[in-house]
């Protein structure tokens, strides 16, 4: 089972709290009430050999991509960061130079993004062949209300996502997966722009595919995307900007008028919410060249 | 460096971060303004192979530990717990099934804490011989006003421990580090009887010795502990009960009157703040059998 998959089935027993837990586990964040006040609250881990090659990766994108990736769940449910916790797993020989040097780009990326880090924790790893391994948690305050989820969209919705798709991950381990910035800012705008008509939103870590049925089965809807509107780097193939993932943009479902950029960012209208029976028929289609392809068969079909 | 001096250093640098952080990292909770109310997090580690032997010991006890290590921290912060979030790095032949307990025994002690688990990250290795690991992070509530942290003991102070110290790790590796209750209610039983006369906690995770000098280091003074008060199972030595660890009892320095036990678990007193030169004497003197050692010769001088 994929780790998607085996975490929401472990927390489907969780799907309801009560309490003060208003949006429970499955969504980007969860969302808690306390006192007269919401919180947000995400973890992410980043492990060395399978999210970045600890050879070739200086520690300071390192630190960044730990941090960035947690602070995209915040610009997923268009919130305000609030604060970042960080606890790091280390080999024995990894060095204090090199730690300091890691938590100092976390929290720099952290202090950029007005997500102070606060807290954090440092285990040795027992054996040197061990990963590096951070994990992040971040919290953070809806700026809507509701927040914005994976829940919310609507049969007739536009579709959009923003930046470009695909080709994050270079031949060299390098490329955009290390360097992207969190779309907070461009959330909090699209928010306050398309107010109620901004209806479900998430942020692209596994590829638009997956990430769109994500809506999609929280939705209980499906969603159709046009292959060839979705805006790709030159090289870059639709499948490959469908598929590939760790893009780190926003798509997000929207009904009524939609600016063609937030910030100097562009937003692409790729595709539409359509109608799909409880629990049958695929949740993502894609067409392409007078083609119509189900997500099962790209690999997508996931959170039904 | 020791993992709890290298962090310390990363997060000299955090000793203001201003805003919305009210205590910043070197506590055992940060502190953060939120509207109107008030939020304590913090995260910890429990790493196989290091806090406990997966060889030998059942995964219901490992997620029980992985949570009840971070709820220990709500406890010596005398606050109310409100949300627990669990991200764990499994080997890639762990296994579904497993992985499932994993995360049941988490959720069954963070809901019997009355903290439920309300988000999570899966993430497998790329090599089987990496290790479990379990992240945990806790967020909570201040019942006091304000929280009590390690800064407030005050010369005169009475110094208290919760229950007995030392022998938590059996020789088989079994034993109460993996059994133990996190202090929560006894906690916030002391900050409702002591009101302003407690001042000063923390939970005892490195030691007696070691925590005690962690007071002692962010409240500016000395801390004398008579060893034969200790209160330690029959066949530990005051050597053993001081250094050991794992205990996640609470230890506290208090004026005024003490009760002798909360709920079912004695307190006892085991010493006294007393004045420190700023910047030089050991944080922590023992006093035992006519002798006086200093925390430094026994290891314990850390944190200054």
Known sequence: MREFELLQHIFAASRDL????????????ALLRLGGGRLLAAVDQLVAGRHFDLGTTPLDLVGRKAVSRALSDIAAMAARPLATLAAVALP???????????????????????????????????DRTHPL???????????ATPPITRAGATVGDVVYVTGTLGGSFGSDGR????????????????AERLGAGLHAMIDISDGLGRDASHIAALSGVGIEIDA?????????????????????????????R???????????????????????????????????????DLGWQHGS
């Open 175 to 190: 490329g955009r997966h290390l360097t992207f910035e969190p779309r907070i800012d461009e959330a909090l705008e699209l």
């Open 258 to 296: 939609v600016p063609g950029a937030v910030g100097d960012v562009a937003v692409t209208a790729v595709g539409r919410v359509v109608p799909r029976e409880a629990g049958s028929g695929p949740l993502v289609l894609v067409r392409e060249g007078g083609r119509t392809l189900a997500g099962d």
């Open 228 to 256: 060839d509107r979705v805006p790709r780097p030159e090289g870059i193939d639709w499948r490959r900007a469908l598929g590939e993932g760790e893009d780190y943009e926003l798509c997000f479902t929207a009904a009524g």
């Open 18 to 29: 009560g309490g003060s837990v208003l949006i429970p586990p499955g969504d980007d964040m």
């Open 92 to 126: 024995p020989d990894f060095g204090d130079e090199r730690a300091k040097r890691l938590f100092d780009a976390m929290r720099s990326t952290a202090d950029h993004y007005r997500c102070p880090l606060v807290g954090g924790d440092i285990a040795i790893h027992g």
């Open 133 to 143: 391994l951070c994990t992040v948690t971040v919290l953070a305050e809806p700026a």
